[in-house]
């Protein structure tokens, strides 16, 4: 495929990690007994261990004497300070440091280890490798000229922040400033109303921001995992605002934030409450039908929601889907997932029937270590070794209020990893119904991120395969929540697209072609033409049957 990396290059930071990992989780014991796998085997093949010791010890003498043996990967930006290259103690470090890196991996991939323990061991050795950077340590040349520049106060502030995170945040540093953000004043501000409530969600309704609205309104609906207003930040970045703003009648749920009382809230409570604000949408605005569209696990509920109303004969109430980085097909190749044996399902699902909830900081630390230099070591240094205050991003703010999923919804995504089940007509039961989404015969809208390590883009290429009717995809150059919020105006943005759909991922890769800017045009087009004809603006939010109630973003997004 294009842009691989050359064979020799050196790995980047530990990006094993996905969705999967998230909602099983990962056992320390797990990890323990790869090392001790390890360790065994080295043992067992001493002269291989051997060899490869003395390979490493040759490389360093080398780089004792000055030799540069090995090249920083350019995007690996822990060592872009020039005093990794100019600095001769700092150069020898680094060296030593890559060359036990190789070396290790070599010894890994040359060992008479079977290859699911190999790759095992390089997701294990890749995360231990990450977190012994020397860029973590106090030495750091950055934390160390900011030690001299503030005169010592650098190192007060670290420890400062160091207790506070151990005392209030898990043990991980800090990734966001909270103080720079407020639900409601700076996030999720754009003007609307809650216009019906159930037990597992709000529905809010937005008012109009354009002259004329297009009779089939839009229901947008969050993943169960994150609050809502990802679809609703700053002005800059609201996909809320950018439909508004193009003449489509936007509503979109708010998914209550679930405790121990709510263990039993599966799957089909989730598609059942849905159904229910569609349909108030629906009388709302006064049309038969709308348009849905789902991110992430968003994405997999109205697809059991379509199926579901597919076996009722009721399908003609939706008109057309938008997914966006939505798994449908659940299969994804992950070192990590070898650890999910049978014993580790059950012991996830057993965890969360005695807790009533998969609790949010629990899966936030797992995605926190999909991608450790970037969420957890780049905030060690900046945090602890400069004594700096994490910055005010509005994205990570938002990762960071974290929510949780009951019992039953997460047995029931975990029995989505364990059998993907949408792949075969009847796999899936919602709602007493049977799911056959070939049977789904509308027009789908799906959108993966090049660099997704949360749902890899080519299993979200295969989940929109799934789906009948007329099928388009389109493949951004960003990652999991940069391809949701990609608007118009970025310089970087680009993406690919091919009118056709070949069964393999790669097929489709090198025939599709590329396009500089943002997708959401593309996007807009389409919907627009599946949104009616257009007319003057709803005089009122709500309706004498679904009165407005609390103003936007409403109570549920604020439960912690």
């Given at each position: 495929m294009?842009?691989?990396?050359s064979?020799?290059?050196?790995?980047?930071?530990a990006?094993f990690?996905?969705a999967?990992?998230?909602?099983?989780?990962?056992?320390g014991?797990?990890?323990?007994?790869t090392?001790?796998t390890?360790a065994?085997?080295g043992?067992?093949?001493?002269v291989h261990?051997a060899?490869?010791?003395?390979?490493l010890?040759?490389?360093l003498?080398?780089?004792?004497?000055?030799?540069t043996l090995?090249k920083?990967n350019?995007q690996?930006?822990?060592?872009?300070?020039?005093?990794?290259?100019?600095n001769?103690?700092?150069?020898?470090?680094?060296?030593?440091?890559?060359?036990?890196?190789?070396q290790?991996?070599s010894?890994i991939?040359?060992?008479?280890?079977?290859?699911d323990?190999?790759?095992?061991?390089r997701?294990?050795?890749?995360?231990?490798?990450?977190?012994?950077?020397p860029?973590?340590?106090?030495?750091?040349?950055?934390?160390?000229?900011e030690?001299?520049?503030?005169?010592?106060a650098?190192?007060?502030?670290?420890?400062?922040?160091?207790?506070?995170d151990?005392?209030?945040?898990?043990g991980?540093?800090?990734q966001?400033?909270?103080q720079?953000?407020?639900v409601g004043?700076?996030?999720?501000?754009?003007?609307g109303?809650?216009?019906?409530?159930n037990?597992?969600l709000?529905l809010i309704?937005?008012?109009?921001?354009?002259?004329?609205?297009?009779?089939r309104?839009?229901l947008?609906?969050?993943?169960?995992?994150?609050?809502?207003?990802?679809?609703?930040?700053?002005?800059?970045?609201?996909f809320?605002q950018?439909?508004?703003?193009?003449?489509?009648?936007?509503?979109?749920?708010?998914?209550?934030?679930?405790?121990?009382r709510?263990?039993?809230?599966?799957?089909?409570s989730?598609?059942?409450a849905?159904?229910e604000?569609m349909d108030?949408?629906?009388?709302i605005t006064?049309?038969?039908?709308?348009?849905?569209?789902?991110?992430?696990?968003?994405g997999?509920?109205i697809?059991?929601l379509?199926?579901h109303?597919?076996?009722?004969?009721?399908l003609?109430?939706?008109a057309s889907?938008?997914?966006?980085?939505?798994?449908?097909d659940s299969q994804i190749?992950?070192p990590?997932?070898?650890?999910?044996?049978?014993?580790?399902?059950?012991?996830a699902?057993r965890?969360?029937?005695?807790?009533?909830?998969?609790d949010?900081?629990?899966?936030a630390?797992?995605?926190a270590?999909?991608?450790?230099n970037?969420?957890?070591?780049?905030y060690w240094?900046?945090?602890?070794?400069?004594?700096?205050?994490?910055?005010?991003f509005?994205?990570?703010?938002?990762?960071?209020d974290?929510?949780?999923l009951?019992?039953a919804?997460?047995g029931?995504?975990?029995?989505?990893?364990?059998y993907?089940?949408?792949?075969h007509?009847?796999?899936l039961?919602?709602?007493g119904?049977?799911?056959?989404?070939?049977?789904v015969?509308?027009?789908?809208f799906s959108?993966a991120g090049?660099?997704?390590?949360?749902?890899p883009?080519?299993s979200?290429?295969?989940?929109?395969l799934?789906l009948?009717?007329?099928?388009?995809?389109?493949?951004?150059?960003?990652?999991?929540?940069q391809?949701?919020l990609n608007?118009p105006?970025n310089?970087?943005?680009?993406?690919?697209?091919?009118?056709?759909?070949s069964g393999?991922p790669?097929a489709?890769?090198?025939?599709?072609?590329?396009h500089?800017?943002?997708?959401?045009p593309?996007?807009?087009?389409?919907?627009?033409?599946r949104?009616?004809?257009q007319?003057?603006p709803?005089?009122a939010?709500?309706?004498?049957r679904?009165?407005?109630m609390?103003?936007a973003?409403?109570?549920?997004?604020?439960?912690?």
């Open positions: 294009r842009d691989k990396p064979t020799g290059a050196l790995p980047l930071p990006t990690m996905n999967q990992n998230a909602v099983v989780g990962l056992r014991r797990d990890l323990l007994s090392l001790r390890l065994l085997q043992i067992k093949q001493p261990s060899r490869h010791a003395l390979a010890g040759g490389q003498g080398r780089v004792l004497l000055g030799d090995h920083v350019p690996d930006a822990r060592f872009a300070d020039p005093t990794w290259q100019l001769p103690f700092y150069r020898r470090g680094l060296q030593a440091y890559l060359s036990w890196q190789k290790l991996g010894w991939d040359e060992s008479s280890l079977p290859a323990d190999r790759a095992r061991a997701f294990v050795t890749t995360l231990l490798g990450d977190a012994l950077a860029s973590n340590s106090p030495l750091n040349p950055l934390a160390v000229k030690l001299l520049n503030s005169g010592g650098s190192l007060f502030k670290g420890l400062g922040q160091l207790l506070d151990l005392l209030h945040n898990d991980l540093p800090s966001v400033s909270k720079a953000f407020e004043h700076n996030l999720a501000a754009t003007p109303a809650v216009v019906f409530r037990e597992l709000e309704q937005y008012q109009p921001m354009s002259e004329k609205q297009y009779q309104p839009l947008i609906v969050p993943p169960q995992i994150n609050k809502y207003y990802i679809f609703d930040l700053s002005n800059d970045k609201s809320v950018y439909t508004l703003k193009n003449g489509l009648q936007c509503f979109i749920v708010s998914w209550r934030n679930p405790d121990a709510h263990r039993e809230w599966g799957l089909s989730y598609v059942q849905l159904e604000a108030a949408c629906r009388a006064a049309s038969k039908d709308v348009n849905l569209l789902g991110a992430c696990a968003g997999l509920t697809a059991a379509q199926g109303l597919q076996a009722k004969r009721q003609r109430k939706v889907a938008t997914y966006m980085v939505s798994l449908l190749d992950s990590a997932m070898l650890f999910a044996d049978e014993q580790t399902l059950e012991a699902k965890r969360s029937y005695q807790r009533g909830v998969l949010g900081r629990d899966m630390r797992v995605f270590w999909m991608r450790p970037d969420l957890i070591w780049n240094v900046n945090n602890y070794l400069l004594g700096k205050q994490p910055p005010a509005d994205i990570l703010y938002w990762n960071n974290c929510t949780r009951p019992a919804l997460h029931d995504l975990l029995d989505f990893f364990k993907n089940p949408l792949t007509p009847g796999g039961e919602v709602c119904t049977p799911i056959d989404l070939q049977k015969s509308l027009d789908s959108v090049i660099n997704d390590h949360i749902t883009w080519d979200v290429y295969r989940s929109a799934l009948g009717g007329s099928r388009r995809f389109i493949l951004s150059n960003s990652g999991h929540i391809s949701i608007p105006g310089p970087k943005a680009s993406f690919l697209e091919s009118p056709k759909l393999d790669r489709w890769y090198h025939d599709a072609q590329k500089e800017g943002s997708w959401w593309q996007w807009l087009a389409w919907i627009q033409q949104s009616g004809e007319r003057q709803l005089s939010l709500g309706s004498p679904y009165p407005a609390e103003a973003p409403g109570t549920y997004v604020h439960v912690r």
